[in-house]
């Protein structure tokens, strides 16, 4: 090693701590505006909850669900409460504070917590993917492969191997050097406005291809494996004589391809080549796109094209209506 590249290197393991807090600067303007961002998020924010929350309590309630397509719903819609807890609150604590301060550690957990969920996200697509796989096309085989257990352990691998895939990287973001900017152009601490601080304070060219590697590498893989199942299962649904038959598949399908598309739309344009220029100037819209208003579309989309899940709503209503009036 080169003296003076020695030095750089000493230098920047002695700054890499420098930094305590940054600063989300979210979405700057007015105060008025941010009150009104507040309001509109909050008001989502609560759907978001309401919306999840209620197809786990139709499918737990309604036993013509406790089927391993509903039970994956099911603890996919827990999911998506998770995920949008991760970075919601403190996006909407920040609408109202007059400083945006983080500290270094609440900004490196949400970090972790954000993309583990993310990555268990693209896991449970793909299961859900298979499921539908299955059903469809081998019919047959259906009851005796995806049986409770065999499902109920394809969600707990989801959710081991999601908080596993990413633990490298957020190790790796721990060991930047962050040694004065602290403003991050967003409202959460994402990969990519991280890695833009780190790399004006010493070139970390290692650090970005793992994460982009990586983060690019559970993207194409589950989304060409989402493609693929579905490719195979619309297939078949066209041969399936009976026009019924024919109308209801599609429609499941049909709702798992819409919620597919806009999570994978928006987080291929963010995370594809974190921190690179062509992504910055869209990396916070998108980035709101896929982990707010998609999990408030998501109970809408699944439950609107289901007669099934809105029989289900329809019953845990009546219930929590009958309950309000005996009280």
């Known amino acids: 090693m080169f003296p003076g590249q020695k030095d750089r290197t000493s230098e920047a393991r002695n700054i890499s701590h420098s930094v305590s807090d940054f600063i989300l600067l979210g979405f700057p303007c ?10 509109i998020f909050f008001g989502t924010y609560i ?24 039970i994956l719903l099911a603890n996919f819609s827990f999911l998506e409460i998770c995920y949008v807890n991760s970075d919601v609150p403190n996006m909407l604590a920040n609408f109202l504070s007059r400083t945006k ?42 009851p ?13 691998f989801c959710w081991v191997y999601g908080f596993l895939w990413f633990l490298i990287p957020v190790i790796l973001v721990t060991q930047l050097p962050f040694c004065g900017p602290n403003v991050i152009d967003d409202f959460l601490c994402d990969l990519g406005p991280l890695l833009t601080l780190a790399s004006a304070c010493a070139p970390i060219p290692g650090t970005a291809l793992i994460c982009g590697t ?16 579905y490719t195979l299962v619309l297939r078949a649904v066209m041969l399936v004589p009976s026009a019924t038959g024919r109308k209801k598949a599609f429609s ?76």
């Open 101 to 142: 301060i983080i500290s270094f550690t609440r900004c490196l957990l949400q970090l972790n917590f954000f993309f583990s969920l993310g990555t268990t996200e693209c896991l449970f697509l793909s299961i859900m993917a298979y499921d539908r796989f299955l059903a469809i096309c081998r019919p047959l085989h259906y």
């Open 214 to 229: 990586m983060s690019s590498l559970l993207i194409f893989a589950t989304f060409f494996y989402i493609i693929g199942s």
């Open 144 to 156: 005796t492969v995806m049986t409770t257990k065999f499902c109920k352990s394809l969600i707990i």
């Open 252 to 327: 499941t399908c049909s709702s798992h391809l819409a919620v597919v598309f806009l999570f994978y739309g928006s987080v291929m344009i963010t995370y594809v080549s974190p921190g690179s220029g062509q992504a910055e100037g869209m990396q916070k819209f998108t980035t709101l796109f896929y982990s707010v208003l998609t999990p408030f579309f998501n109970p809408m989309i699944y439950s609107l094209r289901n007669k099934e899940m809105k029989d289900a709503l329809k019953k845990v209503l009546t219930i929590m209506l009958m309950r309000t009036v005996e009280s």
């Open 30 to 39: 007015g105060w008025e505006i941010q009150l009104f961002l507040f309001i």
């Open 47 to 70: 759907l978001t909850l309401l919306g999840n929350m209620a197809i786990m309590c139709a499918v737990h309630v309604d036993h013509r669900l406790h089927t391993p397509m509903y």
